[in-house]
Structures are given as C-alpha cells and as structure tokens.
C-alpha cells in the first residue's frame, strides 16, 4: 500500500526530521510541482505564504529550490494567516494552488506544509498519495533550460482585506472593543488592522513574534491570557487565534472561554445558518451540543478529527455550516475551510443582532481531556491495549469515551464525556495510566 507522508493537517513535523530537511524539502518541491503539472496540465502558478516561526525562511528557501527546478512560477505572499491564503486563490483565476508553511498552533521548533487547491480547498487522500509517490520515488530529471521564477507578491493583505469588506458593512463593529490574541503568529499584524477598519476598538495582545513565541502560552490552545485581558479591559468580547490563524477561540465579556461547540451554536442564530438542519461536528463535539441540536430538530453528523473531514462530510451532507471543538469553523457560504478572522467578523455580527454578550449556549456534558506524550503510536487495536479501553468503556453506559492518537502531535488524546464529572475524571484518569504505562513499553 502506496504510504501517505501527510497526516491530518498536511505535512507536519519538528524543523530538520522527516521531510522537513535540507536534503529532503527540495525533493518534495519537485514532488508537488510535478503532481501541479500533470494535474493543471500546464506550468503550475503557487501562492505561497507563512507563519512567524523561525524557521520558515529555511524551510520556504529549500522548498523553492525544487518547485523551480520543475518550472513551477512561485508567488511569495511572506506573513500571511492560510485562510488568507485560501481566500486569494480560490477568488482568482490566477493561481492554481496554494502553498503554506505553518505548523499551526505546534511550538516554534516544529513547521509543516499544507497545500490547498483553487477549487476544491484542502487536498484530497488520492492527491496526497500521487505526491507522496513522487516524493518517493526520487528520479527527477530537471531542465535547467525551463527553470520557474520567483516573484514578490505584495497584494495579499489587501486582497484579503477587501473581500471581507466585500461581505461585512462598514464600521458595523463601531462601539465595540474587542480584544485580539494573536499567538504571536500569522495573524499578528492583519488581524487587528481588520477589525480596527470595522471600527473596533480593538486590544492586541500577543502580537510580537519573535520566530520562537508563536503559540507560547498564549492563542487559541491557551486562552488564559485573553480572558484576563478581556476582564481588565472591560471588553465586550475577545478572540483567541492559533499560529496560522485558521482556527479561532472566544472569550465573553464576563470572562468565559467559548470553544467551537460554542461558536457553532451562536451562529445558528445568524439568518444565513439558522435554517440549518444538518451541523457537521467531529467525535471530539460536546454531547450536550447534539441535544441541543436535536431540541432544535436539528442533527448532528460527527466525522473524524481534522477540519479537511469536516469540510469533506459537509460536502456529502450538503451542509452549510460544521466545525471542530478546537476552533476550525467551516462556514460553506464563505469558504471551504476554516478562518479564524472571518469567523469572528461572523461571530460579532450574529452577537449584535441578538445581543447575547454573553454568550449563552448550551447545557455542556462534562468532558475530560488527558493527552500522553508517546515515541511510538502503538496499534490500539492490539489485544491488550483494546481490552484496557474496552473495559473502561463499560464503566461508562451513560457516557462516551474516545481513544485516539494526534494526527499532527506525537501524543494520544483521550476523551472521557459523561453527565457526572467526577466519573468522568475517574474513568480518565484510571484510563490515561494504564494506558501510559503499555505505551511506555517497546515493542
């Protein structure tokens, strides 16, 4: 069986392992310009951009050395939040694909490599396979006579800017302040100019990158900090973006954290998703939020965690609006993808219409959330390990549990769901030991 080399979120990896090496990014280069050729059936045209971490001027150099060598013509965007990416070229005719150098919301010393197409968004598996197939194969033959060129792209920012004012009215955010976590990432300088040219008020914080604070104890996995900012600033809400800006948490202004169950539920109250019958969720959605749905006759479909299975359900489904707990909001009027800036922009205006500042939503199930660090992910469905899960699973006939290993972290996610929480943390917490203590041993 043909191996894939992404994973849930395209290629992600700690900098100088895997592919992402000097000897190995250029070959991949090469890998993607010649699946671009074969697949548009013409001399590929790259938007390219990135996060702040260090280590994507190594990374985007490297690459470019391979997508030149196959004639590929690169526009580098530099700084940009991959909806942004996203944005531009499926509004263009121009580009045929887009190219982002992120590892989202990991720690600086990782990066990763998403690619998008024009039309269809994220990458199909059997576009991932054609790829990695070429990347393993190595047997490229480049024409050094029919080299592609490299050129500054200096638009993006505006592009981007201008589409959102394209669907929101001017200075509808006048008289709100709201604060912005920008994780010291892509987001840093873009976003609080938008929200100020909607007339916000708007308090930046975390919007310093120095290529080795982009997601630090700060962000969309770490809202603390916005919602001390929101409290002390007296903000009517805040908003919490991951490194690459695809993802987006809230915060009301009573200082409560909003997670994507949350965020889904309020825009249903929005008159482009309110007539909504079907929701795409993931197994990782609340309990509480599928009752509630159903309250409302209207249904949950859970797929697999990633927003690119989010996005590909709600196609099946024909579904307008989905999302992960995590933060990816899919909005199909807008786009095929998450973004955290728009989704905001979104949030904000279902808020003033229905005022609900505080964001009330749903009863929440009690959830536990335990992550264990593993070198190897073992096969969970090994006898030994599968009895362990199982028997646990008994211990909760009114709750949920979920075992499952990260698709862009090497840890596994344990999800423990049942209406008393001090069963839920009990179940959790036997679970992640016996667990920890298989997974620590070699095979």
């Known amino acids: 069986m043909q191996r894939n080399i992404f994973g849930t979120d395209g290629i992600r990896t700690k900098i100088g392992t895997n592919q992402l090496t000097l000897e190995l990014l250029p070959r991949l280069g090469m890998a993607i310009a010649q699946w671009a050729q074969e697949k548009y059936k013409r001399t590929p045209v790259i938007l390219l951009g990135h996060d702040t971490r260090q280590s994507c001027s190594l990374v985007k150099t490297s690459l470019q050395s391979g997508l030149l060598l196959m004639n590929a013509q690169i526009y580098d965007a530099h700084v940009l939040p991959t909806p942004a990416i996203c944005n531009i070229i499926h ?3 121009v580009f045929d694909l887009g190219i982002i150098i992120s ?36 047997s490229f033959v480049a ?14 920012h505006t592009e981007y800017k201008q589409s959102l004012e394209n669907i929101f009215e001017k200075n509808f955010l006048s008289g709100k302040k709201i604060v912005l976590d920008c994780a010291h990432g892509a987001t840093s300088t873009i976003a609080p100019h938008i929200f100020t040219s909607f007339g916000a008020h708007v308090v930046a914080i975390n919007n310093q990158p120095d290529g080795k604070n982009i997601n630090e104890h700060c962000g969309a996995v770490h809202p603390e900090l916005l919602q001390k900012a929101v409290v002390e600033h007296n903000a009517d809400i805040g908003f919490a973006f991951d490194g690459d800006g695809d993802r987006v948490i809230a915060v009301a202004k009573n200082g409560e954290i909003k997670n994507g169950d949350d965020i889904l539920t309020i825009l249903l109250d929005h008159p482009i998703y309110h007539h909504a019958t079907t929701i795409v969720g993931t197994v990782m959605t609340n309990q509480g939020f599928d009752t509630y749905l159903h309250q409302r006759n209207k249904k949950l479909i859970r797929a697999p965690v990633g927003d690119k299975y989010v996005s590909e359900r709600m196609e099946q489904e024909k579904s307008i609006i989905g999302g992960e707990q995590s933060g990816h909001i899919i909005l199909h009027d807008y786009l095929s993808t998450g973004d955290g800036i728009f989704t905001a922009l979104r949030l904000v205006e279902t808020l003033i219409r229905t005022e609900n500042w505080h964001m009330e939503t749903f009863s929440k199930f009690p959830q536990v959330l335990i992550n264990i660090p593993v070198g190897v992910k073992k096969d969970l469905t090994l006898p030994h390990l599968a009895a362990i899960i199982e028997h646990h699973e ?6 949920r549990l979920l075992v499952r290993y990260s698709g862009t972290e090497p840890v596994l996610r344990i999800l423990v769901e049942d209406s008393d929480a001090s069963m839920a943390y009990s179940i959790g917490t ?10 620590s041993f070699s095979e």
């Open 91 to 93: 509004a263009s005719s």
């Open 103 to 138: 590892a989202s919301h990991n720690p600086w010393y990782d990066n990763g490599i998403k690619i998008v197409d024009a039309q269809q968004g994220k990458l199909s598996s059997l576009d991932e396979q054609k790829i990695s197939a070429r990347f393993d194969q190595n």
């Open 143 to 156: 024409d050094y006579s029919m080299l592609g060129q490299l050129h500054h792209y200096s638009n993006a």
């Open 394 to 399: 008994t211990l909760l006939p009114q709750g």
């Open 430 to 439: 036997q679970l992640s030991e016996r667990l920890a203590t298989q997974l």
